[in-house]
C-alpha cells in the first residue's frame, strides 16, 4: 500500500510540474507518510523530481534561446551556488530542528503558491529595480530552493518579471531551467550527504517521470485554475496535518 503511495503521489506530480507546479506537495507529504523522517523526505523528494525538471527545460530549449532580458550565465550562477548553499544547510540543520519548522515551510509555500501569481503580477507593474539587485534577490530565492522549494516557480517568476520579461513561455522556460540545475546541485549535496532514501527514491523517480511524459498531455486539457486550486488544497491540508502531529 506504501508504494502504491509513492508511485501515485509521484506520478501526479510529474503532471502537476508539468503543467503548473506544485509537485513537491504530494511527493513531500507521501514519503514523510511512508516513514520517512522529514529531513529525509525533503531530500528524497528533490532526487525524484529533479530529472523531470530538466527534461522540461530541454523542451523549451527554442524560447530560451530567444531570452535577451537575463544574462543566463550569471543568473544560473547566482542560482547554482545559492542551491547548494540551502542544500548544505538542509544536511548540517539536524533531524528534529527541520521538523519544528516543517509546519512553517509547507505554510509559507502554500500562502506563496496561492497569492504568488497576484504578488508577481503586482511587482511587474510597480517595481523596476537594478541588474544586481535582481541577481540578489534570486540568490536568496535559489537558497531556499535548496533548502525547500516549495513554491520556489512563484518567486522565480516573480524575479524574472523586474527584470523585464513578459514573454510567458520563455519565462516559464527559464523558470524550469533554474529550477532544474538547484534540483541537481542539491542532488548532488544530498546523495554525497546520504540523506536520500534510494528504494523510495527510485520508485518515485520512474513514476515522476512517466507522470511528466505522458499525464501532461491529459492535464493540459484542465483548466490551469483547477489544478492550481487542487495544489493549494493539497498544501492546505498537509500544513494542517504538520501543525497538529508535529506541535
Given at each position: 500500500m506504501l508504494t502504491l503511495l509513492l508511485i501515485v503521489s509521484a506520478f501526479f506530480a510529474g503532471v502537476l510540474n508539468a503543467v503548473a507546479g506544485g509537485g513537491s506537495f504530494l511527493t513531500f507529504p507521501a514519503l514523510v507518510l511512508a516513514g520517512v523522517p522529514p529531513l529525509n523526505a525533503n531530500a528524497t523528494s528533490t532526487v525524484a523530481v529533479a530529472p523531470g525538471a530538466l527534461a522540461s527545460a530541454y523542451g523549451y530549449r527554442r524560447e530560451l534561446g530567444k531570452i535577451r532580458e537575463v544574462h543566463l550565465p550569471s543568473f544560473l550562477g547566482v542560482s547554482l551556488v545559492g542551491g547548494l548553499i540551502g542544500a548544505l544547510l538542509l544536511l548540517w540543520t539536524p533531524q528534529r530542528t527541520f521538523e519544528a519548522v516543517v509546519p512553517w515551510l509547507l505554510l509559507f509555500a502554500t500562502v506563496l503558491f496561492a497569492f504568488g501569481p497576484t504578488a508577481s503580477a503586482w511587482i511587474r507593474r510597480n517595481c523596476t529595480v537594478g541588474h544586481t539587485a535582481v541577481l540578489v534577490t534570486q540568490f536568496f530565492i535559489a537558497v531556499y530552493g535548496g533548502y525547500f522549494g516549495g513554491g520556489i516557480g512563484i518567486l522565480i517568476l516573480a524575479t524574472l518579471g523586474v527584470f523585464g520579461l513578459t514573454d510567458l513561455h520563455a519565462m516559464n522556460g527559464?523558470?524550469?531551467?533554474?529550477?532544474?540545475?538547484?534540483?541537481?546541485?542539491?542532488?548532488?549535496?544530498?546523495?554525497?550527504?546520504?540523506?536520500?532514501?534510494?528504494?523510495?527514491?527510485?520508485?518515485?523517480?520512474?513514476?515522476?517521470?512517466?507522470?511528466?511524459?505522458?499525464?501532461?498531455?491529459?492535464?493540459?486539457?484542465?483548466?490551469?485554475?483547477?489544478?492550481?486550486?487542487?495544489?493549494?488544497?493539497?498544501?492546505?491540508?498537509?500544513?494542517?496535518?504538520?501543525?497538529?502531529?508535529?506541535?
Open positions: 527559464l523558470k524550469t531551467l533554474v529550477s532544474g540545475c538547484l534540483n541537481a546541485v542539491a542532488v548532488v549535496a544530498f546523495v554525497l550527504g546520504g540523506a536520500v532514501y534510494w528504494n523510495e527514491a527510485l520508485i518515485m523517480l520512474v513514476a515522476a517521470m512517466a507522470g511528466g511524459y505522458a499525464g501532461a498531455a491529459v492535464a493540459r486539457r484542465i483548466p490551469p485554475p483547477v489544478l492550481r486550486k487542487f495544489v493549494i488544497l493539497v498544501g492546505a491540508a498537509m500544513t494542517v496535518y504538520f501543525f497538529v502531529t508535529k506541535g
